[in-house]
């Protein structure tokens, strides 16, 4: 019995051994990622678009009511831009 409970045990230490590895490696995907830009980082600020990807930020340019808080508009071409009367 000593031999089957050992055996269980060191199938449940690979186990784990190989969900921390693959969770070692995403996180270290992910890192990379982030070291290249692909991350949605950085901030939005009324009245001006400078430096800002919207598809970046979902939680702002997927909403029309939200960007337009924001003085932001989509134009017809589907390209954003700033309100005129926009202040900040």
Do not use: Y
Not at 25 to 44: L, N, P
Not at 63 to 79: I, L, V
């Amino acid at each position: 019995m000593g031999g089957i409970m050992s055996g269980k045990k060191a199938c449940v230490t690979l186990a784990v051994a190989a969900v921390l590895g693959m969770l070692t490696a995403a996180s270290a995907a992910a890192k990379d990622r982030d070291d290249h830009g692909m991350e949605r980082s950085g901030s939005v600020r009324p009245c001006s678009l400078d430096g800002v990807n919207p598809s970046h930020h979902p939680e702002i340019f997927g909403s029309a009511a939200t960007a337009q808080s924001f003085g932001f508009f989509q134009a017809a071409d589907r390209t954003w831009h700033v309100r005129p009367d926009c202040r900040r």
